[in-house]
């Protein structure tokens, strides 16, 4: 059964730093997202790709976030520098349209020092 | 604004007995609505959704306009319940999905 892909897994890395993320959707699905996690909070969406143009990126934080998906299938998100509060599991989920369900990928789990 | 309330970040329940996890939203439209689920070790993967009116592994959720509430209820627990729960809702406009902050359900045997 196809499934969403990210890597790394897991990224422990000094503020100020740069990091990139990276999420392989399902194939065929048109539609992208990007979570941030924050311990005890639900998923909050940064960013939403309908094949690689973004249709919601309003609660990401552009001085310092930037998301990408260049040929309409996987996409790469960068934080660049890295704060401590960035510290959260960052997921990707993809889904064939934009009210179909959306599948998720295992996250990428953020440490900032 | 557009919110999901999820009232309770911990249930803990017995074995065979009903379960009923709260969900309220905020939201000027008719929203769609949906639950989430992540098992232990497992992804977020999504349970049910009201416009299916379907039953998944026991649990039905009602949407009620009038409350502005989906809560989500199984009538006999299993130990195979017990995970982390998101109601989330989705609005007609962009399309972008607002999650809650999640209930932990825990059925004990």
């Known amino acids: 059964e196809a499934e969403v892909a990210q890597s790394p897994r897991y990224k422990i890395t000094e503020k100020s730093q740069a990091v990139a993320f990276w999420c392989d959707p399902i194939s065929g699905h048109a539609t992208l997202y990007w979570y941030r996690q924050i311990l005890g909070q639900g998923p909050e969406l940064l960013v939403q790709f309908q094949d690689e143009s973004v249709v919601d990126d309003s609660q990401l934080p552009k001085d310092r976030f930037s998301a990408e998906r260049l040929k309409g299938v996987d996409s790469t998100l960068k934080i660049q520098p890295a704060e401590l509060g960035d510290s959260a599991m960052y997921l990707c989920?993809?889904?064939?349209?934009?009210?179909?369900?959306?599948?998720f990928g295992p996250g990428t789990r953020l440490l900032v020092l | 604004a557009q919110r999901v309330t999820q009232p309770e970040k911990l249930l803990s329940v017995f074995k065979g007995a009903p379960v009923e996890l709260k969900c309220n939203y905020s939201y000027s439209g008719s929203p769609e609505l949906f639950w989430y689920v992540q098992y232990s070790r497992q992804r977020l993967q999504l349970l049910l959704r009201h416009i299916s009116r379907e039953s998944i592994k026991g649990f039905t959720a009602d949407l009620n306009k009038g409350e502005t509430s989906f809560h989500l209820k199984k009538p006999f627990a299993q130990e195979e319940d017990s995970a982390m729960y998101y109601c989330?809702?989705?609005?007609?406009?962009?399309?972008?999905?607002?999650f809650g902050a999640g209930t932990r359900l825990f059925v004990k045997a």
């Open positions: 989920a993809s889904s064939l349209g934009q009210r179909e369900t959306q599948y």
């Open positions: 989330a809702l989705q609005n007609t406009g962009g399309f972008k999905t607002i």
